[in-house]
């Protein structure tokens, strides 16, 4: 009896050792605001994996987040890449207040993160998918979820924020300030002047694809006060065409009883829990069908549970794949021409270099060249 014990104790042993493990990568590109990044690869990568950005709250870490979050084990069982960046300011908030941060490509920690996923996905032997590649943070890291989908709306098919407030609604003009005004709830705005704000911090002149957005708050939050999720919603129905005030459904109950998911469409849930204080859950499963890792066929579905027996489904139309980022025009005459917006250039790189007129191919780092 004593050997099969010590032979299975040695085989647990064997399998931590084999265990896929959180890596820091150190040469991602351009990376002036020092932002950190933090990698974890499954054991078993689905082929053309999709890429999860983990993002921290204020005090956390990307290990904190690792540990903390169930992403990792999700990765595990769905084989996706989970980048998790780390903030590089002493008080481990992101910098969602600069102009640096809230703008395009301005060299502030968005920008930081958009490169770590230009670097994820140029290495050839992930083979990542560029037409999967979600957001998703709490409190500090849920505002660099709102930054990132306004900033970079062409690299990030869905975004999942906990307790966050909209882009730009952190504005301090200052690197990682804390803006008191938008915490406690009275940054208020009607939803064109939220989408404009979005609209303003992402490429000029931008009519692409935008990242579908789950929005999560709980109504006894004191830290980011509710009235953010009022104001994030919003301002991502704005950018898609929805009437903040009139969502298609209010579903009592869903997910769980004392929440209730307001769907407006297939680009945008919110979510609200009654009581909930900024210690929020999160709820990994529910953001798995948010980005369509699971729900089956590509198709984007929600599952949600009504009580605890009726299951209500939502299926929506799948996006085209890879619209936003890396789509190509027809060839121009002697040559290749890649559309506005998409990559023209970068290690590993093996598209088309030319960019179709008047668009000219811009260095954005060594891995990422883009048609602007
Ligand atoms: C805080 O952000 C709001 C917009 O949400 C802005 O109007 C205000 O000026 C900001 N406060 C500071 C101190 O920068
Ligand atoms: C914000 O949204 C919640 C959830 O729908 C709602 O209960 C609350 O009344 C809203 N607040 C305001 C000021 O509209």
């Keep these: 009896m004593q050997l099969p014990t010590l032979a299975s104790g040695f085989l647990a042993l064997a399998a931590l050792a084999h ?27 689905a082929a053309n994996p999709p890429i999860v950005v983990a993002i921290h709250y204020c005090t956390g870490t990307a290990q904190a987040y690792f540990t903390g979050t169930p992403y990792a084990r999700l990765a595990d069982t769905h084989g996706f890449i989970v980048i998790y960046p780390e903030s590089p300011y002493s008080g481990g908030c992101w910098d969602v207040s600069s102009p640096a941060s809230l703008t395009h490509n301005g060299g502030g920690n968005s920008n930081a993160i958009a490169n770590m996923v230009q670097w994820t996905l140029s290495q050839p032997h992930y083979a990542a998918d560029p037409s999967r590649v979600f957001a998703v943070g709490t409190s500090s890291g849920a505002m660099m979820t709102n930054v990132l989908a306004a900033t970079y709306p062409a690299l990030f098919r869905a975004g999942s924020a906990y307790a966050g407030v909209p882009a730009g609604c952190f504005s301090t003009g200052t690197e990682a300030g804390w803006n008191s005004t938008c915490a406690n709830g009275r940054s208020v705005a009607t939803q064109d002047a939220w989408a404009a704000t979005a609209r303003a911090m992402g490429p000029a002149g931008y009519a692409g694809p935008r990242p579908r ?49 307001h769907v407006y469409g297939e680009n945008l849930v919110g979510v609200y829990g009654a009581g909930v204080t900024h210690d929020i859950p999160i709820d990994g499963a529910a953001d798995m069908e948010w980005f369509g890792i699971t729900g089956g066929g590509g198709a984007v579905t929600t599952t949600t549970r009504v009580a605890s027996s009726t299951l209500v489904t939502l299926t929506t139309t799948t996006r085209t794949s890879s619209a936003a980022a890396v789509t190509t025009t027809a060839p121009a005459l002697g040559g290749c021409a ?32 883009q048609c602007l």
């Design 213 to 261: 957005m789950r929005v999560s708050h709980g109504s006894a939050d004191d830290v980011i006060y509710p009235q953010n999720f009022n104001e994030t919603l919003k301002q991502w129905a704005g950018v898609f065409g929805y009437a903040y005030g009139a969502p298609r459904e209010a579903l009592a109950g869903v997910p769980r009883a004392g929440w209730t998911t």
């Design 19 to 45: 265990a896929a493990q959180l890596s820091q990568i150190t040469n991602f590109g351009a990376n002036p605001s020092g932002a950190k990044m933090y990698l974890y690869v499954p054991d078993k990568l």
């Design 338 to 369: 890649a559309a506005r917006w998409a990559q023209c250039g970068g290690i590993g790189f093996g598209g088309c270099k030319t960019c179709v007129a008047p668009y000219t191919c811009k260095f954005s780092n060594d891995w990422y060249s």
